[in-house]
C-alpha cells in the first residue's frame, strides 16, 4: 500500500493566492492530487515490494508536475528506491499547477508513504 501527500511546493516563497477572475490577476493555483491517488495499491500496479519491508517505508520525491496533469521524477531520498519512487510517480494524475490562469510545469516535493499489505 502507497499513501501519498498532497505535493507541497519546494521553494515555499512561491505560494501566491489565487485569483483566477474577470479580469484575471496575477496568481498561481498550487498543483494536487486527481480524486483517486491518495493512496495506490502495490498490487493493482504490479510493483516489486519487498518482502521483508516490516515496518514503514518513507520516501520524499521530487518531482515535476507537468502543465498536463502528470508527474517527471527527478530524485527520491533515500536514493535506494529511485527506481520504484520513478514508478509511482509514472501512475499518478495531478491537477496541474496555474500560474496567470495557465497551466504550467512546476517543481513539488511529495512524501510517499509505503507499507507491506501485512502491515
Not at 518513507?58 to 498536463?68: G, P
Request: contains cysteine; negative net charge; glycine residues 4%.
Amino acid at each position: 500500500m502507497v499513501a501519498l501527500s498532497q505535493p507541497k511546493l519546494s521553494d515555499p516563497d512561491r505560494q501566491r493566492p489565487t485569483e483566477c477572475g474577470d479580469p484575471s490577476k496575477l496568481s498561481t493555483k498550487l498543483a494536487k492530487l486527481k480524486p483517486g491517488y491518495e493512496q495506490l495499491n502495490s498490487d493493482d500496479y504490479q510493483w516489486q515490494l519487498d518482502s521483508n519491508l516490516n515496518q514503514l517505508l518513507v520516501l520524499e520525491v521530487v518531482l515535476i508536475v507537468k502543465s498536463d496533469g502528470t508527474g517527471k521524477f527527478e530524485s527520491a531520498t533515500p536514493s535506494s528506491h529511485n527506481q520504484l519512487a520513478e514508478k509511482i510517480i509514472q501512475e499518478l494524475k495531478f491537477e496541474p499547477t496555474e500560474s496567470d490562469c495557465k497551466p504550467v510545469d512546476q517543481l513539488y516535493n511529495l512524501t510517499l508513504t509505503i507499507r507491506s499489505q501485512g502491515n
